[in-house]
């Protein structure tokens, strides 16, 4: 496939859809539930191996890159057809909403580095920092859809070993990077997971995914295409 024909077969229509759609929702619970958790008395879920895990400002250039994966992958995963679609709609939509009860249900925060560095990662770290609050931690939004990315490629034929297997390096590379810019705990990560498996295995494996394949079909309709 040469690479015109690779970026038409990435910018389905249907594919686009769904992957603003999807990633505008989740966004929106994130940052709806925000103002509320910044209220709340906090919890500590911090464990002994936390103060061990030492801050690397580096690890600002993929966490922030891993948005554009995002965004890619969800692209990728909504073009491979309508049970991947609708399994990922399930996935990312089901799991927006268990997000948002377990921010305010276990409302985190984490202590930052005063020392950002200098150069071109302390620039980061001071953009970061200055535009997120160090809230909603538990789970890590950044674990669940990167590791969702995976899930969404894992077993698919149609998805070359390349691509699965990039996708893996990027879900560990960002549940490494999320610590080690001092935005997560380590136990973060580990619910992000959890959830992101449990419902691809609901979608795909149970009626679940039918009322989402009713909506986004409605979507398509009404957009015509």
């Not at 389905?12 to 539930?33: N, P």
Request: charged share 15%; net charge positive.
């Amino acid at each position: 496939m040469n690479l015109c024909a690779a970026v038409k077969k990435l910018f389905q229509r249907r594919a686009v859809i769904t992957a603003a759609l999807l990633l505008g929702a989740q966004m929106v619970v994130y940052a709806a539930v925000k103002p509320v958790v910044e209220r709340l008395p906090k919890i500590d879920l911090s464990l002994p191996i936390d103060a061990h895990i030492p801050y690397a400002p580096f690890f600002f250039i993929p966490y922030l890159l891993c948005f554009a994966h995002w965004a890619l992958m969800y692209l990728y995963i909504a073009g491979l057809g309508e049970r991947r679609r609708s399994a990922l709609a399930v996935t990312a939509l089901c799991s927006s909403a268990v997000f948002g009860a377990l921010f305010v249900l276990l409302p985190t925060q984490i202590e930052r580095p005063t020392e950002l560095g200098t150069g071109l990662f302390g620039a980061l770290a001071a953009l970061v920092y200055g535009t997120d609050t160090p809230v909603n931690l538990f789970p890590s939004f950044h674990c669940f859809a990167s590791w969702l990315c995976f899930v969404g490629v894992r077993g698919a034929k149609e998805a070359g070993l390349f691509v699965k297997l990039f996708a893996l390096f990027m879900a560990l590379l960002v549940f490494a990077s999320t610590m080690l810019v001092k935005q997560h705990y380590f136990v973060d990560f580990i619910p992000a997971v959890l959830i992101a498996e449990l419902f691809w295995f609901l979608g795909r494996k149970t009626r679940l995914s039918a009322p989402f394949e009713r909506f986004l079909s409605r979507i398509f309709s009404l957009l015509g295409c």
